[in-house]
């Protein structure tokens, strides 16, 4: 059987590999703590664990609207009214099968053979991954620790050439949990806009980024640039991974398209998932996650001395999500090295840098502190002990 060029020139997703290599290692009895995969511990909130019983009551479940039940778009663009002070009309909101679906049908609708696109490296590898199978020509962009590890407004415009038809920007960032200034942001998005390109904009850990000194949220992309084209998930803030269901939020013009890409690819998202998910926007059930977001910066702070404290040094702290970027350069090993000695020697999995681009993959590793407190305990414990068997 011949297997198509794209789906050889799709690369494995490392922090999976390393997950199932410490699959393969508790199965032989050993206590692996995974520090390697973006899912919180935490769960769906409980009312939407009841809402989720409450659907799965025997009752008949069909296909819902290609574009998500409109009550749930309904109340996506409440959320954003009440937590970011925007307006977003429903019928530019987009349900989907998870984030990944999302940027799925974003890619499709924008993206043509030969397009050049521009993303941060590093970033998360399934983004470039699917606009290169639409037949995009990315070009990873280097970000330095002086720029958080993102795109700035000088190197997009340095990067830029006669085939840019747009840009892919995640901020808060995977892997380094980076945000891009708001300031700055502004200014990469008028760039693209007076060139005629698409801004896509991944905001899945917006509401999982820090304050500011009077406890507003971050503001999201659509505060400046109402025509960026957003993508989002339950999966994160919500933390509903396995779930799958995310939205994007996309110009009117681009609804159609949206909905006929929609309607050929996935029919809908998960009808029980969506019903549950209009729980997820209570009062009850949204002071759960804003609790939840406080532990994870208690978690980060833990996890920040933790790694000072072995030598392990952070470039950029991050203000959001869930993820450290250490560097390994000190130890003589590379992150890959690195990475699978700590996975075999000390059974810590962590991710390689070799995952989210070229500039740093052989100096960085990712950590995720989505885990349990104990396990970020003991997790640093091990890498201290392993990392002084290194000097």
Request: with cysteine.
């Amino acid at each position: 059987m011949r297997i198509s060029r794209r789906a050889q020139a799709v690369a494995p997703f490392f922090a999976m590999e390393f997950g199932k290599h410490a699959a393969a290692l508790e199965s032989q009895g050993h206590h692996v703590i995974k520090l390697s995969i973006g899912e919180p511990d935490f769960g769906a909130p409980p009312a939407v664990l009841d809402a989720m019983r409450a659907a799965m009551d025997g009752r008949p479940m069909p296909y819902t609207a290609a574009l998500g039940l409109p009550e749930l778009r309904q109340a996506i663009a409440r959320f954003y009214r009440s937590e970011h002070d925007i307006e977003v009309a429903p019928s530019r909101v987009v349900v989907t099968a998870g984030a990944s679906a999302a940027l799925v049908l974003a890619t499709a609708a924008l993206v043509d053979t030969g397009d050049e696109v521009l993303i941060a490296d590093p970033s998360y590898p399934c983004n470039r991954q699917i606009a290169e199978s639409f037949g995009a020509r990315v070009t990873l962009v280097p970000a330095t620790a002086e720029t958080r590890f993102q795109l700035d407004a000088a190197s997009v415009k340095s990067s830029w050439t006669d085939r840019t038809r747009g840009i892919m920007i995640a901020t808060p960032s995977n892997p380094t949990g980076t945000s891009v200034p708001a300031g700055e942001l502004a200014a990469i998005c008028e760039l693209a806009r007076e060139r005629d390109a698409w801004r896509l904009v991944d905001e899945i850990y917006l509401n999982l980024s820090d304050h500011d000194d009077r406890g507003r949220p971050p503001r999201s992309v659509l505060s400046f640039d109402p025509g960026a084209i957003v993508i989002n998930s339950f999966s994160k803030y919500f933390g509903m991974t396995g779930w799958r269901l995310g939205w994007c939020v996309v110009p009117e013009i681009l609804v159609p398209a949206m909905e006929r890409l929609a309607q050929n690819y996935f029919l809908c998202a998960s009808a029980p998932a969506q019903h549950a998910a209009l729980a997820c926007f209570t009062p009850e059930s949204l002071a759960v996650c804003e609790a939840r977001r406080v532990e994870f910066a208690e978690r980060r702070a833990l996890v920040l001395d933790g790694l000072a404290r072995i030598g392990l040094p952070v470039p950029v702290p991050p203000d959001g999500a869930f993820y450290v970027y250490f560097d390994v350069g000190r130890t003589g090993l590379t992150s890959w090295q690195f990475c699978e000695r700590a996975l075999r020697e000390a059974h810590v999995a962590l991710t390689p840098g070799r995952d989210f681009g070229v500039h740093t993959a052989e100096t960085h590793v990712r950590l995720s502190y989505a885990a349990p407190t104990d396990d970020l305990r003991e997790g640093l414990a091990r890498l201290g002990k392993f990392v002084a068997t290194l000097r």
